[in-house]
């Protein structure tokens, strides 16, 4: 069935320093990936998103890697700032299978510290 | 601001009322979804318009649950009865058709408390 996972619930990271958040993902007819920053009491902010032909991409800040091998998601982080404090979540979206939808994770939960 | 509109953003109902939120989505985009959001958790898929027409619908989304989109523009979700358990955030987004799948903007939310 369709599951997208985290491999951590939070994290905790210092101001200016790296992070890196990860998924995992089961449905293997995914072929679009996107990651969603959401601050409380927000709808979800679109970040970067990655097709399935591809294994890297980079944004301002950002770099999603996608290893369709074992399943698996990350987002870079670079020099995180305090207004990276937030919770994200991957998303995929199986359109191999005809689906319009994205399907969610739970969520991690990013706390940048001074 | 993504330029998806949902209104209102606060919904405190009693238990057995009847209510309704709206969507008002990016002009130009021609799909529309509702998630529910639940504390804690991430959005979870109710259901999908493309131009007027409801295309899929949730298991999640049951009888109580109507949504629409009369004119292709803007769309309301009711939900009748409602009971403690449909408190929760829900969230509307939109994007372009085409071939593929393309980035999905979101509104902020309507968060409904049922008392």
């Known amino acids: 069935g369709e599951s997208v996972g985290l491999h951590l619930p939070t994290l905790s990271v210092q101001e200016g320093d790296n992070s890196i958040i990860n998924c995992a993902y089961s449905?293997?007819?995914?072929?679009?990936f996107i990651w969603y920053k959401q601050e409380s009491g927000k709808g979800p902010q679109f970040i970067i998103d990655?097709?399935?032909?591809?294994d890297k991409r980079q944004g301002q800040r950002v770099t999603v890697l996608l290893n369709k091998t074992v399943k698996h998601l990350s987002l870079q982080i670079a020099a995180t700032q305090p207004g990276d404090s937030a919770v994200y979540f991957c998303?995929?979206?199986?359109?191999?299978?005809?689906?319009?939808?994205?399907?969610f994770g739970q969520g991690t939960r990013l706390t940048i510290n001074p | 601001d993504t330029g998806v509109s949902q209104d209102p953003r606060h919904k405190i109902t009693k238990r057995g009322q009847n209510v309704t939120f709206r969507c008002d989505p990016i002009?130009?985009?021609?799909?529309l979804y509702w998630y529910r959001q639940t504390l804690g958790q991430g959005p979870e898929f109710l259901t999908y318009?493309?131009?007027?027409?409801?295309?899929?619908k949730s298991r999640l989304l049951s009888d109580r649950f109507s949504a629409e989109r009369p004119k292709g523009s803007f769309s309301t979700l009711e939900i009748q009865r409602t009971e403690q358990g449909d408190s929760a955030m829900y969230l509307c987004?939109?994007?372009?058709?085409?071939?593929?799948?393309?980035?999905?903007?979101f509104g902020q939310g309507t968060r409904l408390t049922v008392v």
């Open positions: 987004a939109s994007r372009k058709g085409g071939a593929g799948f393309t980035e999905a903007f």
């Open positions: 449905n293997s007819a995914s072929d679009y």
């Open positions: 990655i097709r399935s032909n591809m």
């Open positions: 998303a995929e979206n199986p359109l191999r299978q005809g689906a319009q939808k994205l399907v």
């Open positions: 002009s130009e985009h021609n799909r």
């Open positions: 318009f493309q131009n007027e027409a409801q295309l899929e």
